[in-house]
């Protein structure tokens, strides 16, 4: 069955709730006054599948993932429904949300950048210095390397550069590391963490970002002014940053300049002794 509650084009207005179609896993099931199904967060669009649990009252369909509203009547022994939402937007639409009078409280983009600014200074960037790299043994496209970032012990990070960094240019070179995602074991190893890079439009060309001269393994990257640096958010845990979606409200917004310097929108990336730089890419993205 499908229920069309509010579209894409209100979406994009600033609407902070879409429905666009739900099943059910059995059927006669009728579902009629839908209300709220997600809220959208102020600072980045979604694009996902909402699998919604329930508890059945009265015939009276109430959701656990929304604090227990009321969506709909529930016409059968249905045990869930699934909604499938969709939206993306571009970097420049505005955000609207309302506030506790029902009054549309529209965020500029100068507010938007500061929270992603805010997020993106949670991350946990350092400079790192790899200590040895060799290729994985189970998949060609990788290279498995042994970083020191200030730890008691060096970590071990597997990264897809086998097309585009010769393995003799990793040895002992200033890398810059996002260290707090969590571990991912990738053909065996397990990875704990990631080399950042730039790459051009094409991803025919990827070079490693490198920290400014007489930047030492351990000390942190951030985003923003030299006289920021005493001021920086607590770093999040590696599991905030994979519940609130951190790295992917971020990532799209890191690029180098014209001069070939990281920068999230305007605000340089930088260390205690200068900017974090390309070598030679300039307008790149970064990941």
């Not at 890191?254 to 890419?281: E, I, N, Q, W």
Request: aromatic residues 6%; contains cysteine; charged residues 25%.
């Amino acid at each position: 069955m499908a229920v069309m509650g509010i579209g894409a084009a209100n979406w994009l207005k600033g609407s902070g709730a879409l429905l666009l179609s739900c099943r059910t896993n059995s059927v006669p099931a009728v579902v009629s006054s839908c209300t709220v199904i997600a809220s959208r967060s102020r600072v980045h669009y979604c694009s996902s599948t909402f699998s919604l649990q329930h508890q059945k009252k009265n015939n009276t369909l109430f959701s656990s993932g929304v604090n227990g509203h009321k969506i709909g009547d529930w016409g059968s022994q249905v045990t869930k429904l699934y909604f499938n939402f969709y939206c993306t937007a571009s970097s420049n639409v505005s955000i609207e949300e309302k506030d506790s009078s029902g009054e549309v409280v529209e965020e500029d983009e100068e507010s938007k950048m500061r929270k992603i600014k805010d997020a993106a200074n949670s991350l946990d960037i350092r400079v790192g210095r790899i200590i040895k790299a060799w290729r994985h043994e189970e998949a060609d496209s990788l290279y498995v390397e042994e970083v020191d970032v200030g730890e008691a012990e060096p970590r071990i990070i597997c990264s897809g550069l086998v097309k585009y960094v010769p393995l003799d240019h990793l040895q002992e070179r200033s890398v810059i590391v996002l260290a707090n995602l969590k571990p991912r074991n990738m053909r065996g190893v397990k990875s704990n963490g990631m080399l950042m890079a730039a790459s051009d439009a094409s991803h025919e060309n990827v070079e490693l970002l490198e920290p400014p001269e007489r930047a030492v393994p351990g000390e942190r990257i951030w985003f923003g002014s030299a006289d920021e640096k005493d001021n920086l958010p607590d770093v999040a845990t590696p599991n905030q940053v994979a519940k609130k979606k951190i790295w992917e409200l971020v990532q799209p917004h890191l690029k180098t300049d014209g001069a070939s310097v990281a920068a999230l929108g305007t605000h340089c990336m930088r260390a205690s002794t200068g900017v974090v730089v390309s070598p030679s890419l300039k307008d790149a993205n970064i990941s």
